[in-house]
């Protein structure tokens, strides 16, 4: 088969030959490479997030027979590292209203792209609208692929209002310079972290028996950091967006601490057993903590007294209570 092609069929033959050209051109390329490689070192950024915690607390809990009190004592340290490009952007894409803020400058671009043509804007319905209409779609065009193009062609044209929104036309702000002020940190493979949890758990109690009250006592104790992979896995598993101007980080969920294992005992009846296991996370704890720190300034400190709940039966009394410090440093 002939797999030539004449000089017509490619219009204008090149200045240089093809022996000439194709080396100068992957050299042109390799040589952009190396420009955007250095821009990207020397504007590259880093920071060291360290986040410190600390729980202690008793509570008492009673049913029937039945009791318990117990005493938790957590110590812990966290620390990685993040990185950025270097490159300040106008929009927060940790910003909860991020995706109203995107779709709102697509209306933006949509009404007034109508206007140019002298149609009008875009209609304006909420998701739960929007859903009732996809619903509608697919019942009226059935299987038929051009109906379907066709609604979603026109659908892709219809503002998206947050729940309860105004559907009141809005303001063309487009042309309005938005501050580049946002730098978008995420952490990296190998990035260094460390992180050390010291645990001091202690419960003891009775439940009842046909032959009387049996006591037992526990012990939950742990003091060490974590394996490698899990080091691994919490240098990936960090991600902020620092505003330059206020000085302030926001994260998608907060920041957490994770939970190491250590070594469970248990007396009763004059028997001991231990094993080794995970530390059970404290749910009100964590929850505390994300909610603290999804937005904050690069370093404070922050304490609360929380109440000790229950799920199961029984009266449930105490409070842990909780010391918070974190900081955020360009290394």
Known sequence: MNTETSDDALGSPPLLPWSV??????????????????????????VRLTVELSVEGDSSWQQAGDSSKSRTQRQYKLVTYLRSDGELREFNTKDPQY?????????????????????????????????????????????NRDCLMRAAMELSTVRVLPAGGSAAPLPDTLDTPLEPRYLSYHGFDGCGAQFHEVVNDQAEGQYADVQGPVPWRS????????????????????????????NTFMTDAGLFVPETSGRHTRIERGR????????????????????????????????????????????????????????????
């Not at 821009?39 to 950024?45: F, L, P």
């Not at 709102?104 to 929007?130: E, H, I, N, S, Y």
């Not at 992979?229 to 967006?241: F, K, P, Q, W, Y």
Request: hydrophobic share 40%.
């Open 21 to 46: 050209l194709l080396p100068l051109l992957v050299l042109v390329c390799l040589w952009g490479l190396a420009q955007s490689s250095g821009a990207a070192a020397t504007t590259e950024k880093r």
């Open 272 to 331: 001991t057993e231990a094993h080794e296991g995970d530390i059970q996370a404290i749910a009100s704890v964590g929850n505390w903590l994300a909610e603290r720190t999804r937005q904050a300034g690069r370093s404070g400190t922050a304490q609360v007294a929380l109440p000790v709940t229950g799920k199961g039966p029984g009266q449930v009394q105490g409070t842990l209570n909780l010391k918070l410090s974190w900081k955020l440093e360009d290394v």
């Open 99 to 143: 995706a109203q803020q995107m779709m709102d400058r697509a209306a933006m671009v949509q009404a007034r792209v109508a206007k140019a043509q002298g149609r009008q804007a875009p209609q304006a319905l909420t998701m739960q609208q929007m859903a009732e209409r996809a619903q509608q779609v697919k019942a009226s065009c059935g299987e």
């Open 219 to 246: 012990t939950s104790k742990a003091d060490g950091g974590l394996k490698p992979d899990a080091l691994r896995l919490l240098c990936l598993n960090h991600s902020l967006v620092l505003d330059t101007k206020t």
